[in-house]
Protein backbone atom coordinates (compact mmCIF):
# COMPACT_ATOMS: atom_id res chain seq x y z
CA UNK A 1 0.00 0.00 0.00
CA UNK A 2 1.70 3.14 -1.49
CA UNK A 3 2.32 6.15 1.22
CA UNK A 4 -0.13 9.09 1.16
CA UNK A 5 0.77 12.84 0.08
CA UNK A 6 1.75 14.71 2.97
CA UNK A 7 -0.91 17.36 4.44
CA UNK A 8 -0.13 20.72 3.99
CA UNK A 9 0.01 22.01 8.11
CA UNK A 10 -0.56 25.54 7.51
CA UNK A 11 -3.82 25.34 4.77
CA UNK A 12 -7.01 26.92 6.29
CA UNK A 13 -8.92 24.19 7.57
CA UNK A 14 -11.80 23.06 5.48
CA UNK A 15 -15.79 24.00 6.13
CA UNK A 16 -18.34 21.20 7.10
CA UNK A 17 -20.77 20.53 5.49
CA UNK A 18 -24.72 20.95 6.91
CA UNK A 19 -24.96 17.11 7.92
CA UNK A 20 -21.66 17.31 9.67
CA UNK A 21 -22.67 20.56 11.51
CA UNK A 22 -26.00 18.57 12.32
CA UNK A 23 -23.96 16.00 13.17
CA UNK A 24 -21.70 17.48 15.67
CA UNK A 25 -24.72 19.43 17.37
CA UNK A 26 -26.92 15.77 17.64
CA UNK A 27 -24.23 12.93 17.86
CA UNK A 28 -23.23 13.66 22.20
CA UNK A 29 -26.95 13.37 23.29
CA UNK A 30 -28.02 10.76 21.10
CA UNK A 31 -24.72 8.65 22.85
CA UNK A 32 -26.06 9.52 25.99
CA UNK A 33 -29.38 8.53 25.42
CA UNK A 34 -28.21 5.04 24.02
CA UNK A 35 -25.19 4.02 26.28
CA UNK A 36 -25.64 0.66 25.43
CA UNK A 37 -25.05 1.29 21.51
CA UNK A 38 -21.78 1.97 19.76
CA UNK A 39 -20.52 4.53 17.71
CA UNK A 40 -21.91 3.32 14.17
CA UNK A 41 -25.25 2.35 15.61
CA UNK A 42 -25.28 6.28 16.96
CA UNK A 43 -23.99 7.41 13.93
CA UNK A 44 -26.94 6.07 11.58
CA UNK A 45 -29.62 7.35 14.32
CA UNK A 46 -28.03 10.31 13.40
CA UNK A 47 -28.42 9.64 9.57
CA UNK A 48 -31.98 8.70 10.25
CA UNK A 49 -33.23 11.77 11.74
CA UNK A 50 -31.43 14.32 9.16
CA UNK A 51 -33.18 12.89 6.96
CA UNK A 52 -36.49 13.43 8.82
CA UNK A 53 -35.97 16.99 9.17
CA UNK A 54 -38.11 19.43 6.89
CA UNK A 55 -36.61 22.20 4.95
CA UNK A 56 -37.28 24.83 7.15
CA UNK A 57 -35.18 22.63 9.98
CA UNK A 58 -32.50 21.79 7.78
CA UNK A 59 -32.04 25.88 6.55
CA UNK A 60 -29.97 26.98 9.39
CA UNK A 61 -27.18 24.56 9.20
CA UNK A 62 -27.33 24.66 5.48
CA UNK A 63 -27.01 28.48 5.63
CA UNK A 64 -24.46 27.86 8.16
CA UNK A 65 -22.23 25.84 5.61
CA UNK A 66 -22.68 28.60 2.65
CA UNK A 67 -21.04 31.32 4.98
CA UNK A 68 -18.31 29.02 5.97
CA UNK A 69 -17.69 27.77 2.79
CA UNK A 70 -17.74 31.25 1.59
CA UNK A 71 -14.70 32.14 4.52
CA UNK A 72 -12.84 29.12 4.04
CA UNK A 73 -12.73 29.96 -0.13
CA UNK A 74 -11.55 33.70 0.74
CA UNK A 75 -8.84 32.36 3.17
CA UNK A 76 -7.83 29.61 0.68
CA UNK A 77 -7.00 32.27 -1.95
CA UNK A 78 -4.90 34.24 0.31
CA UNK A 79 -2.74 31.77 1.79
CA UNK A 80 -2.23 30.53 -2.14
CA UNK A 81 -0.40 33.66 -2.36
CA UNK A 82 1.85 33.11 0.55
CA UNK A 83 5.40 31.17 0.82
CA UNK A 84 3.97 28.44 2.95
CA UNK A 85 1.81 27.03 -0.09
CA UNK A 86 4.79 27.24 -2.35
CA UNK A 87 7.09 25.14 -0.25
CA UNK A 88 4.43 22.83 0.16
CA UNK A 89 3.77 22.23 -3.58
CA UNK A 90 7.57 21.85 -4.44
CA UNK A 91 7.29 19.07 -2.12
CA UNK A 92 4.37 17.47 -3.73
CA UNK A 93 5.85 17.46 -7.16
CA UNK A 94 9.39 15.76 -5.59
CA UNK A 95 6.93 13.14 -4.29
CA UNK A 96 5.35 12.63 -7.59
CA UNK A 97 8.75 12.80 -9.57
CA UNK A 98 10.04 9.82 -6.96
CA UNK A 99 6.75 8.00 -8.01
CA UNK A 100 7.45 8.60 -11.55
CA UNK A 101 10.90 7.05 -11.73
CA UNK A 102 10.27 4.22 -9.36
CA UNK A 103 11.52 1.00 -10.98
CA UNK A 104 9.28 -1.77 -12.25
CA UNK A 105 9.23 -4.70 -9.52
CA UNK A 106 11.63 -7.92 -9.57
CA UNK A 107 10.62 -10.74 -11.29
CA UNK A 108 9.62 -13.89 -8.53
CA UNK A 109 9.40 -16.57 -10.54
CA UNK A 110 12.77 -15.69 -11.63
CA UNK A 111 15.40 -18.52 -11.09
CA UNK A 112 18.10 -17.60 -8.22
CA UNK A 113 21.61 -16.73 -9.47
CA UNK A 114 24.40 -18.62 -9.08
CA UNK A 115 27.46 -18.65 -6.98
CA UNK A 116 30.79 -17.86 -7.63
CA UNK A 117 33.69 -19.52 -6.93
CA UNK A 118 34.82 -17.01 -4.59
CA UNK A 119 31.25 -16.74 -2.78
CA UNK A 120 30.94 -20.51 -2.73
CA UNK A 121 33.81 -20.75 -0.62
CA UNK A 122 32.64 -17.76 1.56
CA UNK A 123 29.47 -20.04 2.46
CA UNK A 124 31.80 -22.83 2.69
CA UNK A 125 34.56 -21.06 5.55
CA UNK A 126 31.93 -18.63 7.25
CA UNK A 127 30.62 -21.10 9.82
CA UNK A 128 33.53 -22.19 11.53
CA UNK A 129 34.83 -18.67 11.57
CA UNK A 130 31.55 -17.06 13.00
CA UNK A 131 32.12 -19.70 15.76
CA UNK A 132 35.34 -18.13 16.69
CA UNK A 133 33.08 -14.71 18.20
CA UNK A 134 34.61 -11.99 15.72
CA UNK A 135 32.44 -9.33 14.43
CA UNK A 136 30.94 -9.43 10.62
CA UNK A 137 33.73 -6.97 9.50
CA UNK A 138 36.35 -8.96 11.05
CA UNK A 139 34.94 -12.17 9.81
CA UNK A 140 35.04 -10.60 6.01
CA UNK A 141 38.47 -9.59 6.52
CA UNK A 142 39.70 -12.94 7.96
CA UNK A 143 37.94 -14.70 5.13
CA UNK A 144 38.94 -12.72 2.04
CA UNK A 145 42.78 -12.92 3.54
CA UNK A 146 41.82 -16.98 3.74
CA UNK A 147 41.31 -16.97 -0.03
CA UNK A 148 44.10 -14.62 -1.32
CA UNK A 149 46.61 -16.77 0.71
CA UNK A 150 45.11 -19.83 -1.21
CA UNK A 151 47.23 -22.21 -3.92
CA UNK A 152 46.33 -21.85 -7.23
CA UNK A 153 45.25 -25.81 -7.01
CA UNK A 154 42.63 -24.86 -3.93
CA UNK A 155 41.60 -21.47 -5.57
CA UNK A 156 41.21 -23.65 -9.13
CA UNK A 157 38.50 -26.08 -7.68
CA UNK A 158 36.53 -23.00 -6.40
CA UNK A 159 36.63 -21.68 -9.67
CA UNK A 160 35.62 -24.55 -11.51
CA UNK A 161 32.58 -24.94 -9.29
CA UNK A 162 31.67 -21.44 -9.73
CA UNK A 163 31.93 -22.35 -13.93
CA UNK A 164 29.96 -25.23 -13.24
CA UNK A 165 26.54 -23.45 -11.51
CA UNK A 166 26.93 -20.78 -14.27
CA UNK A 167 26.65 -23.11 -16.60
CA UNK A 168 23.43 -25.24 -14.72
CA UNK A 169 21.85 -21.40 -13.98
CA UNK A 170 22.15 -20.70 -18.12
CA UNK A 171 20.27 -23.72 -19.14
CA UNK A 172 17.77 -23.19 -16.55
CA UNK A 173 17.43 -19.56 -17.48
CA UNK A 174 17.12 -20.58 -20.82
CA UNK A 175 14.15 -23.17 -19.61
CA UNK A 176 12.48 -20.43 -17.95
CA UNK A 177 12.94 -18.07 -21.08
CA UNK A 178 10.47 -19.63 -22.69
CA UNK A 179 7.72 -20.19 -19.99
CA UNK A 180 4.34 -18.42 -19.47
CA UNK A 181 5.40 -16.63 -16.39
CA UNK A 182 8.73 -14.87 -18.02
CA UNK A 183 6.51 -13.42 -20.63
CA UNK A 184 3.70 -12.36 -18.50
CA UNK A 185 6.10 -10.49 -16.88
CA UNK A 186 8.15 -9.41 -19.81
CA UNK A 187 4.60 -7.97 -20.81
CA UNK A 188 3.63 -6.85 -17.83
CA UNK A 189 7.17 -4.69 -17.50
CA UNK A 190 6.73 -3.34 -20.93
CA UNK A 191 3.26 -2.08 -20.01
CA UNK A 192 4.11 -0.02 -17.28
CA UNK A 193 7.82 1.41 -18.86
CA UNK A 194 5.31 2.97 -21.40
CA UNK A 195 3.46 4.42 -19.26
CA UNK A 196 5.73 5.50 -16.76
CA UNK A 197 7.81 7.10 -20.03
CA UNK A 198 4.91 8.86 -20.87
CA UNK A 199 4.35 10.35 -17.36
CA UNK A 200 7.58 11.56 -17.23
CA UNK A 201 7.03 13.45 -20.63
CA UNK A 202 4.01 15.03 -19.63
CA UNK A 203 6.08 16.19 -16.46
CA UNK A 204 8.48 17.46 -18.36
CA UNK A 205 7.01 19.05 -20.89
CA UNK A 206 4.65 20.92 -17.61
CA UNK A 207 8.08 21.91 -16.05
CA UNK A 208 9.63 23.46 -19.42
CA UNK A 209 6.00 25.32 -20.10
CA UNK A 210 6.63 26.08 -16.40
CA UNK A 211 3.32 25.01 -14.57
CA UNK A 212 4.97 22.24 -12.54
CA UNK A 213 1.87 20.95 -11.16
CA UNK A 214 -1.87 21.66 -10.52
CA UNK A 215 -2.75 25.02 -8.95
CA UNK A 216 -6.20 24.95 -6.81
CA UNK A 217 -7.93 27.80 -7.67
CA UNK A 218 -6.60 29.13 -10.77
CA UNK A 219 -9.06 31.56 -12.76
CA UNK A 220 -9.30 32.06 -16.25
CA UNK A 221 -7.49 35.04 -16.97
CA UNK A 222 -4.08 33.15 -15.54
CA UNK A 223 -4.90 30.39 -17.17
CA UNK A 224 -5.05 32.57 -20.45
CA UNK A 225 -1.71 34.06 -19.95
CA UNK A 226 0.03 30.91 -19.17
CA UNK A 227 -1.25 29.11 -22.38
CA UNK A 228 -0.25 32.82 -24.77
CA UNK A 229 3.46 32.47 -22.92
CA UNK A 230 3.60 29.08 -24.14
CA UNK A 231 6.49 28.85 -27.27
CA UNK A 232 6.04 26.38 -29.95
CA UNK A 233 9.07 24.53 -30.96
CA UNK A 234 9.40 24.53 -34.67
CA UNK A 235 10.75 21.35 -36.36
CA UNK A 236 14.04 21.24 -38.30
CA UNK A 237 13.40 21.03 -42.12
CA UNK A 238 13.42 17.46 -42.95
CA UNK A 239 15.89 16.24 -46.06
CA UNK A 240 13.72 14.81 -48.89
CA UNK A 241 16.64 13.34 -50.73
CA UNK A 242 17.64 11.22 -47.44
CA UNK A 243 17.13 7.20 -47.21
CA UNK A 244 13.80 6.24 -46.05
CA UNK A 245 14.32 4.66 -41.92
CA UNK A 246 13.93 1.14 -41.73
CA UNK A 247 11.07 -0.13 -40.28
CA UNK A 248 11.27 -1.85 -36.51
CA UNK A 249 10.45 -6.16 -36.40
CA UNK A 250 7.27 -5.04 -34.33
CA UNK A 251 6.13 -2.52 -37.41
CA UNK A 252 6.97 -5.18 -39.40
CA UNK A 253 4.17 -7.36 -37.83
CA UNK A 254 2.04 -4.64 -37.27
CA UNK A 255 1.53 -4.25 -41.35
CA UNK A 256 0.75 -7.75 -41.54
CA UNK A 257 -1.77 -8.11 -39.15
CA UNK A 258 -3.76 -4.64 -39.02
CA UNK A 259 -5.74 -5.39 -41.96
CA UNK A 260 -6.63 -8.69 -41.47
CA UNK A 261 -7.99 -7.71 -37.30
CA UNK A 262 -9.50 -4.06 -38.94
CA UNK A 263 -11.71 -6.86 -40.86
CA UNK A 264 -12.76 -9.36 -37.81
CA UNK A 265 -13.36 -6.35 -35.35
CA UNK A 266 -15.10 -3.49 -38.34
CA UNK A 267 -16.35 -1.40 -35.47
CA UNK A 268 -13.23 -1.01 -33.10
CA UNK A 269 -11.09 2.28 -34.13
CA UNK A 270 -7.74 1.91 -35.16
CA UNK A 271 -6.43 2.83 -31.76
CA UNK A 272 -8.38 -0.14 -30.29
CA UNK A 273 -7.25 -2.28 -33.37
CA UNK A 274 -3.50 -1.41 -32.71
CA UNK A 275 -3.72 -2.27 -29.03
CA UNK A 276 -4.76 -5.90 -30.23
CA UNK A 277 -1.67 -6.18 -32.46
CA UNK A 278 0.49 -4.76 -29.60
CA UNK A 279 -0.47 -7.65 -27.03
CA UNK A 280 -1.05 -10.41 -29.76
CA UNK A 281 3.07 -9.34 -30.67
CA UNK A 282 3.27 -9.46 -26.37
CA UNK A 283 2.11 -13.37 -26.88
CA UNK A 284 4.51 -14.81 -29.58
CA UNK A 285 6.83 -17.01 -29.25
CA UNK A 286 10.64 -16.15 -29.77
CA UNK A 287 10.21 -18.87 -32.86
CA UNK A 288 7.10 -16.91 -33.99
CA UNK A 289 8.95 -13.48 -33.72
CA UNK A 290 12.16 -14.40 -35.28
CA UNK A 291 11.34 -14.05 -39.16
CA UNK A 292 10.51 -10.17 -38.45
CA UNK A 293 13.61 -9.72 -36.59
CA UNK A 294 15.57 -10.84 -39.14
CA UNK A 295 14.13 -8.77 -41.80
CA UNK A 296 14.41 -5.80 -39.66
CA UNK A 297 18.07 -6.44 -39.29
CA UNK A 298 18.57 -7.01 -43.16
CA UNK A 299 16.48 -4.24 -43.70
CA UNK A 300 18.63 -1.69 -41.34
CA UNK A 301 21.65 -3.21 -42.95
CA UNK A 302 20.76 -1.82 -46.05
CA UNK A 303 19.33 1.22 -44.57
CA UNK A 304 22.69 2.16 -43.20
CA UNK A 305 24.51 1.43 -46.58
CA UNK A 306 22.64 3.87 -48.58
CA UNK A 307 23.05 6.26 -45.71
CA UNK A 308 26.41 6.58 -45.44
CA UNK A 309 26.70 6.52 -49.59
CA UNK A 310 24.02 9.56 -49.30
CA UNK A 311 26.73 11.39 -46.65
CA UNK A 312 29.06 11.60 -49.28
CA UNK A 313 26.77 13.82 -51.76
CA UNK A 314 26.34 17.29 -52.26
CA UNK A 315 22.63 16.63 -51.66
CA UNK A 316 23.77 16.27 -47.92
CA UNK A 317 26.04 19.07 -47.44
CA UNK A 318 23.91 21.20 -48.95
CA UNK A 319 21.03 19.91 -46.05
CA UNK A 320 23.22 20.37 -43.05
CA UNK A 321 24.24 23.77 -44.01
CA UNK A 322 20.16 24.38 -43.77
CA UNK A 323 20.22 22.55 -40.54
CA UNK A 324 23.12 24.88 -39.71
CA UNK A 325 21.36 28.01 -40.33
CA UNK A 326 17.66 26.43 -38.85
CA UNK A 327 19.55 25.50 -35.53
CA UNK A 328 21.08 29.30 -35.08
CA UNK A 329 18.00 31.22 -35.21
CA UNK A 330 16.19 28.54 -32.96
CA UNK A 331 19.03 29.63 -30.43
CA UNK A 332 18.92 33.31 -30.62
CA UNK A 333 14.78 32.62 -30.26
CA UNK A 334 14.75 30.37 -27.31
CA UNK A 335 17.18 32.91 -25.67
CA UNK A 336 14.54 35.86 -26.57
CA UNK A 337 11.91 33.59 -25.17
CA UNK A 338 14.22 32.64 -21.93
CA UNK A 339 14.86 36.29 -21.20
CA UNK A 340 11.39 37.44 -21.32
CA UNK A 341 10.05 34.62 -18.96
CA UNK A 342 12.54 35.67 -16.61
CA UNK A 343 11.80 39.64 -16.63
CA UNK A 344 7.72 38.32 -16.49
CA UNK A 345 8.80 35.79 -13.34
CA UNK A 346 10.62 38.47 -11.50
CA UNK A 347 8.18 41.53 -11.88
CA UNK A 348 5.58 39.29 -10.56
CA UNK A 349 7.33 38.30 -7.46
CA UNK A 350 7.88 42.02 -6.95
CA UNK A 351 4.30 42.53 -7.02
CA UNK A 352 3.92 39.72 -4.81
CA UNK A 353 6.26 41.35 -2.44
CA UNK A 354 4.14 44.68 -2.55
CA UNK A 355 0.83 42.82 -2.32
CA UNK A 356 2.27 41.05 0.86
CA UNK A 357 3.82 43.91 2.22
CA UNK A 358 1.60 45.36 5.35
CA UNK A 359 0.13 48.22 4.59
CA UNK A 360 0.88 51.33 7.38
CA UNK A 361 -1.77 53.82 8.85
CA UNK A 362 -0.58 57.73 8.26
CA UNK A 363 0.05 58.73 12.00
CA UNK A 364 0.66 62.95 12.35
CA UNK A 365 4.59 62.36 12.82
CA UNK A 366 4.63 60.26 9.43
CA UNK A 367 6.41 61.68 6.28
CA UNK A 368 5.03 61.61 2.88
CA UNK A 369 7.10 61.98 0.01
CA UNK A 370 4.83 61.70 -3.43
CA UNK A 371 6.83 62.51 -6.76
CA UNK A 372 9.84 65.00 -6.82
CA UNK A 373 11.24 67.55 -4.39
CA UNK A 374 9.71 70.36 -5.57
CA UNK A 375 6.28 68.23 -4.79
CA UNK A 376 7.15 68.68 -1.21
CA UNK A 377 8.86 72.08 -1.34
CA UNK A 378 5.65 73.34 -2.50
CA UNK A 379 3.30 71.36 -0.15
CA UNK A 380 6.17 72.83 2.51
CA UNK A 381 4.81 76.34 1.50
CA UNK A 382 1.31 75.81 1.55
CA UNK A 383 1.59 75.04 5.31
CA UNK A 384 4.00 78.05 6.00
CA UNK A 385 1.30 80.13 4.28
CA UNK A 386 -1.62 78.28 6.23
CA UNK A 387 -0.12 79.20 9.65
CA UNK A 388 0.56 82.60 8.20
CA UNK A 389 -3.55 83.00 7.79
CA UNK A 390 -4.09 81.71 11.21
CA UNK A 391 -1.37 84.22 13.09
Given at each position: MGKKAPKDPNKPKR???????FLNDNRQPLRDKYPDESLPQVM???????????????????????????????????????PNYLKHEEVLREIQRKKIHKSFKK???????????????LKH????????????????????????????????????????????????????????????YEQEKEEYLIKQKQEILKMRKKEKEGDLGPEEGENEEQKEKKTSKKKRKKKAPKDPNAPKLHLSAYILYLNDTRGP?????????????????????????????????????????????QLLKYQTTDNYKNHQEVLKKFN??????NFKFKKQKIVDKVSSELKMEIELEPKREIGDKDVITVGSSSSSSSSSDSSSSIHEEVD
Open positions: NLSGYMLRRCGAKWKELTEEERAPYLQKAVSDKTIYLAELEKYKNSDPNKPKKYMTGFFQFTRPSIASEGLRSAQIVKKMSDMWKNLSEEDRGEWQNKGVKAKEVYKKVMEEYNKSDEFRSLRKVYPNETQAQVTKRCRKQWMELSVEMKTPYQKKAMSDKDQYLEKGEIFE
